[in-house]
């Protein structure tokens, strides 16, 4: 009988953990769906509240490395002339740590850059997340490798000059 006790307790507490898990799964999907959403409908201040004070967004470009405060102000132009971008989730990946307190996720997106890779993390301050950092990347399909990088080569050289010479 105490077998059976400790069997139901043990049954208990993991459907407990994975009901949290579960439920918190769906709040970080409702919540980069609405990050996503907020950009392509233009609500500046939605967007931006979503990430953290700290948050880093870093964009395609070897040059886009942005703080939150540098991301406002380079965006700024593109939400008010309503020219923001719209990247559709295809596919995510969520991932929590033990204390449920930072969850990073990858995110697979159709984006007018074709498909492209998001990937971040998140922090959980009180009962909402944040974005504290964000990674934007262009996929290329493997066997088109080789004519990419001859494609930017050229322009690849001049940003190696000068991230070496800093």
């Known amino acids: 009988m105490r077998q059976f006790y400790i069997f139901f307790i043990g049954i208990f507490f993991s459907t407990q953990a994975f009901s949290q898990n579960n439920n918190e799964t769906e709040a970080v999907n409702h919540f980069l769906d609405q990050w996503h959403k907020d950009v392509a409908t233009y609500d500046y201040d939605a967007y931006f509240d979503k990430m953290t004070a700290e948050s880093i967004f870093i964009g395609t470009d070897a040059t886009e490395v942005w703080t939150k405060d540098a991301f406002q102000t380079f965006a700024k132009p593109f939400f008010d002339k309503k020219e923001?971008?719209?990247?559709?989730?295809?596919?995510?990946?969520?991932?929590?740590?033990?204390?449920?307190?930072?969850?990073?996720?990858?995110?697979?997106?159709?984006?007018?850059?074709?498909?492209?890779?998001?990937?971040?993390?998140?922090?959980?301050?009180?009962?909402?997340?944040?974005?504290?950092?964000?990674?934007?990347?262009?996929?290329?399909?493997?066997?088109?490798?080789?004519?990419?990088?001859?494609?930017?080569?050229?322009?690849?050289?001049?940003?190696?000059?000068?991230?070496?010479?800093?």
């Open 84 to 166: 923001t971008w719209n990247f559709t989730p295809l596919d995510r990946n969520i991932y929590f740590s033990e204390n449920q307190k930072f969850a990073w996720f990858d995110e697979l997106l159709d984006t007018w850059m074709g498909l492209c890779r998001g990937s971040g993390v998140l922090t959980k301050e009180g009962e909402n997340w944040r974005i504290s950092h964000y990674v934007l990347s262009v996929t290329i399909p493997n066997d088109d490798m080789n004519e990419v990088i001859q494609v930017k080569k050229q322009k690849n050289a001049i940003q190696l000059n000068d991230v070496r010479n800093k």
